[in-house]
Structures are given as C-alpha cells and as structure tokens.
C-alpha cells in the first residue's frame, strides 16, 4: 500500500489545480494524483471550448459569479507567464428581437454587481467591433473574454504540478474503496485526505462513501462544427442571449485561439458517461442508469427538460447547427461547416428531489474528504480560485 498525505482522484484541470494549491499550502506533504488515462485531460478538461469567460452571466449570489472574474484573471496571468497564446476577442452578446432586451438588461446589471467589464453597444457599435454581426438594436460587448488552447493549458499545468512535487500517477484506475484508502488498477493506496475530483464518475465515487445522495451526474454530449473559412472571418465570440434558467448557453460562434471558428455545442443528452464515439467505452448498466434518469426529469422536471431534450436533439443535424449560427451573424454558409471536432461530454450535476439540474458549483465533504461534484462550465475559467475554495474547505474540516 502506498501512502500520501493527500490523494486526489482525477487528473483533470481541477484535480491538477487542487493538488498544486495543497502542496504550496502543505509543502512538505506527500501529493499523489491518480489519473486512469495515460495523460492528464484526457476528458472535459482537454475537450472544452477553451473560452475564458469574464462571469457576468451568473447569478451574483452564486459561487460562478465569486470565482469566474478572479478565475479570467488568473488564468490570464497564468497562460501570459507560461507563454501560452491568448486570443483577446472579446464576445458580443446579442439579441434577436426586442424580446431579448430585458434578458440583455438582466446580464449588464449582472456584470456591474459582479464587477465586471461590460459595454452595452448599439447595433451600429456591434458591427464595428464585427462587421458580420447580426443584433437588434443592441448588444453586449465583453471586451475581458478570450480563448486559448486547452491542451497547451493542460500541458503546461501538469509539468508545472511535477515540477512543483506533485506525484501524478497516470493509467490508474480507482476501483473501490474510501476515505482511508482505495484499490486501483495499479494496487492499494493509502491517504490522510481524499479529494474527489473525478468529474463524470465523481457522484459514484462520493456515493460510496456517505455523500452525493441527492445528487447524480447526468452527462451531455457537446459537439463543435468547425470553419474552413480563413482566419479572421469572425473578429469575436458571438453568443446569443441565454435563457438564464438552463445552464446551457445555444449555439454560438467561438474564435478558437489560433483565430479560426467554430459554431455550438449540442447539448444533449449522452448516452453513457464517456458516450464520444459510436459503443467506444459502452456500458450497459450506465446506459439503463441515464436513460432511467431521463425519463424521470421527463416526467416531473420542473425545468421542462422533454422541451429542452426536443429543442438540443435537432442540433446534431449540420444544416440545423448552421441555421443557428446564420441568426447571429451574416454570410454563414452550410458548405463552411463540415467538418466536426472532438466531442465532449459535459459532468451535469442533477439534484434529483427536485428533478432539476443544478446551476452552481457543487461540492460535499469532511474531516477525511472533499467531493467536487459539479465543476462545469466556467469550470475551466475558474480552475484556480476553485481549487484555492476547495483548499480553504478542506482546511476548516481539518482544523
């Protein structure tokens, strides 16, 4: 049996994170990190959409609007001192017709409670900062949203997390076990803390030792289309005014940072947890699990989730996904689009008492561990606040 001090499970952005912040907090503990691929990121960390968000959508009294403009920040910083390019874009929020003012009304006070940079602009300012750009009168310009590689990122953030004394075990598997200890792939292994940081699998694994119970992890499959037009094409992120009560955000243009484009994502229900491509990863026993979970937030969501489900499942359609993205901008052509990129799949939390899914930041924990429970997105965003929140958590329980 192999010891550590703290042991973390899942090599994710947030695992990594976590583990770096405990072992400056605790330099002289032992800092294991089990990750079952063969690298680090291999899952939503390395899929996402790499779009550092300023964090004026979110509800000022939530931990996303705490954690995502010191997150920006951070990140920001972070990807400058490691010389990782940075696509300074900004993003436009617009607006199809007059009923999406109130929404735009909603998000600019949104962004000055949150103390964040936002520029409500006319349609005629909209198009000087995109000439393509398609708005009703108004918009909202977000001038401290950029893009970046969430690979490079990742990379960056594991050699740093090495570097630093952080023992990263990849292609280790947790199997079973608790607080005090777990079986894997690779043996036994011992800890004085675990922290659960297993994204997709994170509500198994807290389930088994006395947490999650009124949670449940329901995963999204969330696909890009990608531009073959030059780069430059799109100057900046185009977003559509969200519904504020779903926490997806429709089907919207990201300038990745190499300067090209994309259009979505999907956001439809997966399903089984690692649903990528066709029966790779297939499981039978969570295939019964999420179509039972489904059906129930069918039946008694009071987030209309059949609605939503009709709504997202016409958007693995190409020419559909296009349409979308034709009613936020100008000369948007289907022969463009075809090519998709590599799936991700969103760790949706569902709080199943009350049959909706869960807008925040979630985690559980105690004198011997700490659960992340729901990290989506601005997850990536808020990587290292989020990590330095879970740190200050595990701290109390264990003062």
């Not at 690979?151 to 005090?180: F, N, W």
């Not at 969330?222 to 780069?231: A, T, V």
């Not at 009560?245 to 940072?257: D, E, N, Q, S, Y």
């Not at 700490?370 to 606040?385: E, K, R, W």
């Amino acid at each position: 049996m192999e010891t550590s001090d703290f042991l973390v499970l899942g090599g994710g952005i947030i695992g990594i994170s976590i583990a770096r912040e405990l072992k400056r907090r605790y330099a002289d503990a032992r800092v294991t990190v089990l990750e079952k691929e063969d690298t680090c990121g291999r899952h939503a960390s390395g899929r996402n959409s790499g779009v550092l968000h300023a964090g004026f959508y979110y509800s000022p009294d939530s931990l996303k609007a705490r954690l995502t403009r010191l997150g920006n920040r951070k990140l920001t910083e972070y990807c400058e001192s490691r010389r990782i390019p940075l696509n300074r874009c900004g993003k436009l929020v617009v607006a199809a017709d007059r009923s999406g003012h109130d929404q735009l009304k909603v998000l600019l006070d949104r962004a000055k409670t949150n103390g964040i940079e936002v520029h409500e602009v006319s349609d005629e300012a909209a198009r000087r900062i995109e000439p393509r750009v398609k708005t009703f009168e108004r918009a909202l310009f977000s001038p401290t949203t950029s893009t970046v590689n969430p690979g490079q990122v990742m990379a960056a953030m594991t050699r740093d997390a090495v570097l630093e004394g952080v023992d990263i075990r990849c292609g280790v598997r947790y199997l079973s076990g608790g607080p005090k200890g777990v079986h894997t792939s690779a043996g036994g292994f011992t800890a004085g803390y675990l922290v659960n940081a297993a994204g997709l699998y994170a509500d198994r694994i807290a389930r088994g030792q006395g947490f999650s119970d009124r949670y449940r992890i329901l995963p999204f499959k969330g696909l890009y289309l990608y531009s073959d037009e030059p780069i430059g094409a799109i100057r900046t992120n185009i977003y559509p005014v969200p519904d504020l009560k779903r926490p997806f955000l429709g089907v919207h243009f990201t300038v990745m940072a190499d300067g090209h484009v994309k259009i979505g994502p999907t956001a439809i229900p997966a399903l089984w947890r690692e649903q990528y491509q066709g029966f790779d990863r297939f499981k039978s026993s969570e295939a019964f699990e999420v179509m039972r979970r489904t059906f129930g937030l069918v039946v008694s969501s009071r987030l209309d989730f059949l609605r939503l489900a009709a709504h997202e499942l016409p958007k693995y359609f190409r020419r559909r996904m296009v349409t979308l993205a034709a009613g936020l901008a100008d000369g948007v052509k289907a022969e463009h689009y075809r090519r998709w990129g590599q799936p991700g799949i969103r760790a949706q939390l569902v709080d199943i008492r009350k049959g909706m899914l869960e807008m925040d930041f979630v985690i559980q924990g105690d004198r011997q561990s700490m659960h992340v429970l729901n990290a989506v997105s601005p997850g990536f965003t808020c990587a290292l606040p989020f990590a330095e929140y879970v740190c200050d958590q595990i701290a109390l329980q264990l003062d």
